[in-house]
């Protein structure tokens, strides 16, 4: 993979990675969901180059290897941000101004506040087990949203002690996958695992989700929107009702599909990355998403 690195809002460098040079449809976009990073593409990115797709995946401020400033941690900024990064690919290879989008959780619904707000600088989103995250719905109020989702401390742990609590929680899953959980920490001096992102800015950003529901949104979007919620045993907290808010958003969207996984977890992308770049794939080559 090709290290990239785009100005983002204020002069932050986001930084990121190219997969693939074909041709195969249009680029494709990569975007991580909260805590996360752009590592945690790389099954599904190098899957994507083997069917003949282009990929770059970014890491968020605030995550991963970009720029990690005090201030910027909303979604406004954030789809700025995303922008400026598609403008800046554009400028460089015109296939970019119909690029799909692609956000895995907090990501799906951050693509889809991008779609709202720029519609003619993307062909296309899709929300891998996001862009449906209604927090409202299951947490009536922010204390108790911000009690159940805060990260957990794991800043005792060395980075040894993570990768086994991380591969006894994901058996299945393939170790690139675990290379990319562990990719969300870096190594203190006493040798134990830090997070890229920081609590507090973690928690702003978890209040964004709580804040804006995509709900408010799916009318005005106006470019296709794939849905790719996963069902499984090990769900996350804002799941209970998931098949409802996806059905809510397939009855609001102008021109929506959704492709459930099953049985998968919410990192599908990680879990099952040949899974989900066919998926990927075939909606590019059918032309919903092309």
Known sequence: MTPLAFEGVGGVVLRGAACGTGQSGPPLLLVHGLA?????????????????HRTVAMDLRGHGASDKPDRGYDFPTMVEDLRLVLDALAARDDDWRR?????????????????????????????????????????ANWD?????????????????????????????????????????FGVSAAGTVVPHLTRERHLLLLRELWERPPSRLYAGVTVPVLLLPADGTRQVPFSNNKRRDVQRALDALPRG??????????????????????????????????
């Open 257 to 290: 599909c959704a492709r459930w996984f099953s049985p998968a977890d919410h990192d599908i992308h990680a879990q099952q990355p040949a899974a989900l770049a066919e998926v990927l794939h075939d909606a590019i080559a059918e032309g919903f998403l092309a």
């Open 99 to 139: 690029a799909v989008v692609v956000g895995q959780s907090m990501g799906g619904n951050l693509v889809l506040e991008l779609a709202a707000a720029h519609p003619h600088a993307l062909a296309a989103v899709v929300g891998v087990d996001g862009g449906m995250i209604e927090l409202r719905e299951t947490f």
């Open 36 to 52: 996360s990073n752009a590592r945690m593409w790389s099954g599904a990115a190098r899957e994507l180059e083997a069917r003949g």
């Open 144 to 184: 108790d949203c911000e009690r159940e989702l805060a990260p957990p401390d794991l800043t005792d742990r060395t980075p040894d002690e993570l990768r086994a609590m991380l591969r006894a929680g994901s058996e299945d899953w393939p170790e690139e996958g675990i290379d990319g959980m562990m990719a969300c």
